[in-house]
């Protein structure tokens, strides 16, 4: 079983900025993909933004030029950098990664979440 960490919200200022850190149980190479999602107070889940093992990234076009993900295989951990935090930033952000339990499914698991909170 994939157990996920989220560590790194809190309270920031608009214009601000925070790290967001995601480590895992185990290898981070093993898994697809990992990403980030958010979901705001009666809003649908979505995606933040995205890595895969290659290496590549997908951003939401909200996100795009201010917030960036990457990873440190050492300490299987995933990180998302927010630079210039707005008030609609303000959600749960969740921890996601992608795992292949077949060669054609795949199974997602999920963080607890963090809290983060853009307000003045």
């Known amino acids: 079983q994939v157990q996920l960490v989220e560590s790194g919200g809190g309270l920031v200022q608009p214009g601000g900025s925070l790290r967001l850190s995601c480590t895992a149980s185990?290898?981070?190479?093993?898994?697809?993909?990992m990403g980030w999602y958010r979901q705001a107070p009666g809003k649908e889940r979505e995606l933040v933004a995205r890595i895969t093992s290659g290496g590549s990234t997908k951003y939401a076009d909200s996100v795009k030029g201010r917030f960036t993900i990457s990873r440190d295989a050492a300490k299987d951990t995933v990180y998302l950098q927010m630079n210039s935090l707005k008030p609609e930033d303000t959600a749960a952000y969740y921890c996601?990664?992608?795992?292949?339990?077949?060669?054609?499914?795949?199974?997602?698991?999920w963080g607890q979440g963090t809290q983060v909170t853009v307000s003045s």
């Open positions: 996601n990664a992608e795992v292949f339990t077949t060669p054609i499914k795949l199974r997602g698991y």
């Open positions: 185990e290898s981070i190479f093993r898994f697809n993909a």
